[in-house]
């Protein structure tokens, strides 16, 4: 370990390097401007007097499109990370982009919408990635406060989630919906700003590049770039323009396209890989559990769709002589991360001192069943709405909370497990392959939501609650044999004390 490192993974005196809370508070606005315009983008697009006035059809498949597009580039910015800019360049760009986006989104017009959301797309592959690949490397292999390191990241996600649906989300459904997206694109401003402020300080030597890339990756790179650009250009004419415009569902040609990007990487490193027989073992295990993923995001990203159109329509949203805003049910999910988060990292910790903490496939697989039970309740207010015209809001709040806890146990555990299995020269890509899983199941969310116009929201939430179950016995049946397959990764060494010169 240089010095630079072993100083930033030092811990501070709360138990953990300083240079954590710096990213926990450059992710928490990040995540205020996406989670803020996930709150209200359905619902300006099917608006049709303030909004674009589309078809629920329409606004649901451009909401799985385009979360799905946002976890697919971090694959590509990954890459670029590591061989070209290094992580905190990254983060910097993807977060400029983002500012950038939600700006554009602002304009009222079809063209903008599109253009910001793409440049919302291009700014996320180089954030996403990269800061929580940065977390990973604040830690010494083996360090037993990495799990409990990513569950406080994740509160800093929350956070973010928590507070933009209740401000720009509120803003947008209630004032204007520009107003909304400016809001949100401020908000990524000052996550920049501090991150630019403070990386020098709180993050020595984190996030760099260790060699210069050579002049000739460079121009083979430039060269495959211009090449994807060129084949992009041209799909966008054919499916926009061209004659395989409205013949093609491009639905399914882009979840295909994900799954298959997801296999060929998978493929690509396997057998070209130059991997050693435990470091292919590791990276099997990584897409195994990615595969599982999917199922779980495909249910929980109903929220901003299906759930959320739902909420709109059909639950009855008074409390007292007050009308919730639909779009402050975004941030209910984000409240019970925020209240529940320190617990499940106290229960981690608890549980390993023990010997008794259930390791990352069993931890994954009890996360699929408790979304499921979650869509058991969405099950119970579709029925009483069908019956009664509209659904008791504490359905839908009792769903978000299994589905809070199916996160907690899933989501932090996983950003560890790719950090503590990925080789170290595909840490980025692989972090990048994984959040692939959150592409696939964005997409399928959206078609997903779509075809509940066609069966029903009672009918589609039975399915989704069939289908995680099944996922989530599944994975519990292989634990033991993928656990086997980690060799040893999740043995833990004893933390190191604290220095009071290190101290914040």
Same mark, same amino acid.
């Given at each position: ?17 300083r ?34 006035? *589309? @078809? ?10 385009y979360? =799905? ?59 996403? &990635? ?15 406060r990495?799990? @409990? ?19 720009a989300? =509120?803003?947008? +459904? ?15 401003? %000052? ?8 990386k ?5 030597? %984190? ?6 890339? @050579? ?20 799909? &966008? *004419? ?39 027989? +435990? ?38 949203? =008074? ?8 779009? *402050? ?20 910790? *608890? ?47 009792? &769903?978000?909370l ?11 555990? =996983? ?5 503590k ?11 990048g ?5 959150n ?23 039975? %399915? %989704? ?5 099944? &996922? ?10 993928l ?16 220095s009071?010169?290190?101290?914040s």
């Amino acid at each position: 370990m240089t010095t630079a490192t072993a100083a930033a993974s030092a811990p501070s005196a709360k138990g953990h390097p300083r240079g954590l809370y710096l990213l926990f508070f450059t992710e928490a606005f990040e995540r205020f401007q996406y989670y803020g315009m996930r709150a209200f983008l359905v619902l300006y697009l099917v608006d049709a007097s303030r909004g674009l006035g *589309w @078809s629920r059809g329409q606004a649901l498949s451009l909401y799985g499109t385009y979360t =799905g597009l946002v976890y697919l580039t971090p694959v590509l910015g990954g890459y670029i990370a590591d061989r070209f800019f290094g992580q905190r360049l990254s983060v910097v760009l993807g977060g400029t982009l983002m500012m950038c986006g939600q700006f554009l989104c602002a304009v009222k017009s079809v063209p903008t919408l599109y253009a910001g959301l793409l440049i919302l797309i291009l700014g996320n592959g180089f954030f996403k &990635a990269n800061i929580s690949t940065m977390v990973g490397q604040l830690y010494a292999p083996g360090d037993r406060r990495r799990d @409990s390191a990513f569950t406080i990241f994740y509160m800093g996600i929350n956070l973010g989630g928590l507070v933009g649906p209740l401000l720009a989300g =509120g803003v947008a +459904e209630n004032v204007d919906w520009s107003f909304g997206f400016a809001l949100s694109g401020v908000g990524m401003a %000052i996550g920049v700003a501090t991150f630019l402020a403070l990386k020098g300080k709180l993050l020595p030597g %984190i996030g760099t590049l260790k060699e210069k890339p @050579s002049a000739e990756a460079v121009k083979r790179f430039l060269r495959a770039l211009a090449i994807a650009v060129v084949v992009l250009a041209a799909l &966008a *004419w054919l499916a926009i323009w061209g004659p395989l415009a409205g013949r093609v569902n491009w639905d399914y040609v882009l979840l295909t396209a994900i799954l298959g990007t997801m296999f060929g990487f998978f493929v690509y490193l396997t057998f070209f890989g130059k991997l050693k027989k +435990e470091e292919r073992d590791r990276v099997i295990v990584i897409f195994v559990l990615a595969l599982f993923v999917v199922f779980f995001w495909a249910a929980f990203e109903q929220a901003g769709g299906l759930m959320n159109l739902y909420t709109d329509t059909k639950v009855d949203r =008074g409390l007292f002589t007050l009308t919730i805003p639909t779009t *402050w049910f975004q941030s209910v999910n984000s409240i019970f991360i925020v209240g529940f988060a320190p617990l499940f990292a106290m229960l981690w910790t *608890w549980l390993a001192a023990r010997g008794k903490e259930p390791r990352t496939p069993t931890k994954m697989a009890l996360g699929l069943l408790l979304v499921s039970v979650g869509f058991v309740l969405m099950y119970g207010a579709a029925k009483q709405s069908a019956a009664e015209g509209k659904a008791a809001l504490l359905w839908v709040v009792g &769903a978000y909370l299994f589905h809070t806890w199916g996160e907690l146990a899933l989501s932090p555990v =996983g950003l560890s497990m790719v950090t503590k299995l990925a080789p170290t020269k595909f840490a980025s890509a692989l972090m990048g392959v994984w959040f692939l899983s959150n592409a696939a199941a964005n997409k399928l969310a959206g078609m997903l939501g779509g075809a509940a116009e066609r069966v029903g929201d009672q009918t589609m939430f039975g %399915i %989704i609650v069939l289908g995680t179950a099944a &996922a989530g016995l599944v994975l519990l049946t292989l634990s033991g044999t993928l656990t086997r397959m980690m060799h040893g990764a999740e043995d833990v060494t004893p933390a190191p004390a604290a220095s009071p010169a290190t101290a914040s």
